[in-house]
């Protein structure tokens, strides 16, 4: 069963559509249970009906046709309940529903299961029996198990263009449901999706019309040719090493690249219309999906060899391609299975309009880097189909999280207006440029902005920033192929603080591992995110952080503006190891007659422990600013960067925000100054909130500085208080949003509030 249950999963995840996976699962299913019916029931949301969308045992003329009301029938009394439903005489029972064109009035046995997506019922999956017979408990288990296992896979399928078809066909529904993901970067894109992927990654290759099918055509047989020479030359050395028996892995090689077999099937799909990559992929999908179909284990184990061929074809066929510069459209919506920060810094910045990521979060790396950019994102797009939206319209929504793919003319006006809204919005944001953050009982609330390009200098300027609240210097360590060395970060530095000098720029030490890797520098973890990153990695190398520590210190040489931000703080030891080797740093440079005042140091409070060491790190530092993306994630046990989680991730969570509130009292105890520099800086609401437990600045991405400004302009301290200590009484985050959200509507500040669009 185990066997059977993958080769379904794996059938039905690497289906076109949702028309193919449906009916993969019930032929697959009918033969796997032995049983005399199975179908799949779907979820129509527009109507509130399941319908039959797919069978093996019914009329065929029944798909479509037969509609059931949520809580109508066996099958709504399955999705209503959510559980199994096991009966020996299902005509027998009350809420049995005859529908004649379906043919089903022969069967007496009926199980049905719910298929479940992320807590929202997808359909019920059904099997039938002539037999009067409740079904073993094994039986309803497996069925039980493949429903699970087949949800995420029907969901991708679905938004692989079965949703454009059958469910259109069925429902008359005439927009695509938009895929979900989670908001990364506030604002809205319409534009045209770019996949950016990686050369040898061939499950991602996404479709493109071939600009000239004979030239196309040329570098595929090419590239096949030099495949079959490497793999003719891998044959001759191992003649002496290995028996022929083992050799006949490289014979199978050699006859797949026949002209017949699967080079003459690519050549095929790319007459058809597809570029070769494209072609290719395709194949290789099809010829692995019939693999792992296969009940012999050795021949189903074939399956890897065909994709390391493919891989082998690509990487070929990808060296062959001159390398010209990438055209990117206007408005470029930049998709991929993974976006990275180099992929971002590849699109002109004029022309990059959004972002869509199948995974990671609304804090991961370039969700961060996006909204410091101005730039609409949505991350952690399961069910997104990458290979399929190259060059299609696209609609990216980073308020709500969804994505639109080729979406109707009525869908694209409603965001049009919503994006003349924003425009208006942020005129009227721009007035408030130069005007103080104090609110209305004359309480000032210093805004900086949080950094790691260069290019986020003039941006800043122009949004009032009173400052650099965080600058990022692992941005210069992740663009080389080395460590950069004293002299280019110095410089680097040098040119931040004089950007904004007289006014502060805190530089955080490196902060690399977790979401931020260094190409040059590997690390593998099992768990990352707990592993060894931020400080840890200083202090294991002083050579890299003394050398950094440094360069800052010379940077900062007659301009008296810098502080200095240790990440990741675990403990106080970690401060006092790290005061250490920077006071040393210090003194070197005093010895060689650089004269340069110690700067002032602070610790970010990202993990529990700081939390409740925070007044005897408040005593050995001159500020402290939270971190409240690892704040958040590590007090929730959430990882921020899978997506199946990610909903569960909310800094508005009440056990966030009482470890806030101890952290500014421990702070304000040793009367330190306490900072945030995380993303809930940024959030209007969150905003409210920060201002009432005392915070005395914030820092947050240059697009957020307005609403927060205006927010810092609108409520007195006073008013934010009474807010915090009525939301320190609740017990869901999505309460304390809600309430927020109508304070901020209350004050005439509707225009800030977009989440519950």
Not at 86 to 106: I, K, V, W
Not at 392 to 398: T, W
Not at 474 to 490: I, K
Request: glycine share 8%; proline share 5%.
């Amino acid at each position: 069963m185990l066997n059977t249950l993958r080769r379904i999963i794996q059938e039905v995840t690497i289906a076109k559509d949702l028309d193919q996976a449906l009916d993969v699962i019930v032929l697959r299913v009918k033969k796997a249970m032995n049983v005399d019916v199975c179908s799949v029931y779907m979820v129509d949301k527009d109507r509130g009906e399941l319908v039959l969308m797919a069978t093996d045992g019914l009329n065929e003329a029944a798909v479509g046709m037969v509609r059931l009301k949520a809580k109508q029938g066996l099958i709504g009394l399955v999705g209503e309940r959510e559980e199994p439903v096991n009966l020996a005489d299902a005509p027998t029972h009350p809420r049995y529903q005859y529908f004649p064109e379906s043919g089903e009035e022969r069967y007496r046995a009926f199980l049905g299961v719910p298929i479940i997506h992320h807590r929202q019922l997808q359909g019920v999956l059904v099997v039938q029996r002539l037999t009067k017979r409740h079904f073993s408990e094994d039986k309803v288990t497996f069925l039980v198990t493949i429903a699970a296992q087949l949800a995420g896979a029907i969901a991708h399928a679905e938004a692989s263009g079965g949703i454009d078809g059958l469910r259109s066909r069925v429902s008359g529904a005439r927009d695509a449901a938009p895929l979900q993901g989670q908001p990364g970067a506030p604002g809205v894109a319409i534009g045209t999706a770019v996949v950016n992927f990686a050369a040898s990654d061939l499950d991602v290759i996404p479709d493109r019309a071939p600009k000239d099918i004979k030239t196309e055509t040329s570098l595929f047989k090419k590239a096949v040719d030099e495949v079959r020479k490497d793999i003719q030359s891998m044959l001759e050395r191992m003649e002496e090493v290995l028996p022929a028996e083992d050799r006949a892995l490289f014979d199978a090689y050699l006859l797949m690249l026949e002209g017949g077999g699967i080079p003459g099937e690519v050549v095929r799909r790319i007459e058809q219309g597809n570029w070769a990559a494209g072609a290719l992929r395709e194949t290789i999908t099809e010829h692995v999906r019939a693999f792992d179909a296969m009940e012999d284990n050795y021949l189903r184990e074939r399956a890897e060899d065909v994709r390391d061929l493919g891989r082998r074809i690509l990487e070929k066929l990808r060296s062959r391609v001159p390398g010209k510069p990438k055209k990117f459209p206007t408005r470029t919506v930049l998709v991929g299975d993974e976006i990275t920060a180099s992929m971002l810094a590849e699109v002109p910045v004029k022309r990059l309009a959004g972002v869509v990521s199948r995974r990671g979060s609304q804090t991961s790396h370039v969700a961060i880097l996006a909204r410091a950019m101005g730039v609409a994102a949505v991350m952690g797009v399961d069910e997104l189909p990458v290979s399929h939206v190259d060059g299609r319209s696209i609609i990216v929504d980073g308020y709500t999280g969804r994505v639109y793919i080729n979406p109707s003319r009525a869908v694209r006006d409603e965001f049009k207006h919503l994006l003349r809204e924003e425009a208006e919005l942020s005129k009227e944001l721009r007035e408030l440029r130069d005007q103080p953050a104090i609110t209305p009982d004359n309480v000032g609330i210093p805004l900086y902005i949080n950094s790691g390009l260069l290019a986020d200098v003039t941006p800043a300027l122009k949004s009032g920033a009173e400052g650099v609240g965080l600058y990022r210097t692992e941005f210069p360590f992740m663009v080389r192929d080395r460590f950069p060395g004293e002299d280019e970060q110095c410089q680097i530095y040098r040119q931040v603080l004089k950007s904004f000098a007289p006014a502060p720029v805190t530089l955080r030490t490196l902060d690399v591992g977790g979401d931020k890797a260094l190409s040059y520098f590997p690390i593998e973890e099992d768990n990352p995110f707990l592993g060894w990153r931020g400080i840890r990695i200083s202090l294991d190398h002083p050579e890299i952080f003394l050398v950094q520590l440094r360069a800052m210190l010379r940077a900062s040489a007659g301009l008296g503006n810098m502080n200095i931000m240790l990440p990741m703080i675990n403990s106080v030891a970690e401060v006092d190891d790290a005061l250490r080797l920077l006071r040393r740093a210090h003194h070197e440079l005093i010895d060689t007659g650089v004269s340069i005042n110690m700067p002032h140091v602070g610790v970010m409070i990202e993990v529990p422990s700081a939390v409740y060491q925070v007044r005897e790190l408040a005593r050995r530092v001159n500020f402290v600013s939270v971190g409240t993306n690892d704040l958040t994630q590590y007090l929730l046990a959430v990882d921020r960067n899978n997506a199946r989680v990610a909903d569960l991730y909310d800094g508005l969570h009440p056990a966030v925000l009482r470890a806030l509130q101890q952290i500014v009292d421990g702070a304000k105890a040793e009367r330190t100054p306490v900072g945030v520099c995380g993303e809930m800086a940024g959030d209007p609401a969150a905003a409210i909130l920060l201002l009432g437990m005392g915070v005395d600045n914030l820092s947050m991405s240059a697009a957020n500085l307005p609403r927060v400004k205006w927010v810092i302009r609108t409520f007195t301290r006073r008013k934010a208080r009474n807010l915090l200590k009525e939301v320190l009484t609740f017990e869901y985050a999505h309460s304390v949003r809600t309430f927020l959200n109508a304070a901020l509507e209350d004050a005439g500040l509707g225009g800030l509030v977009r989440a519950g669009r």
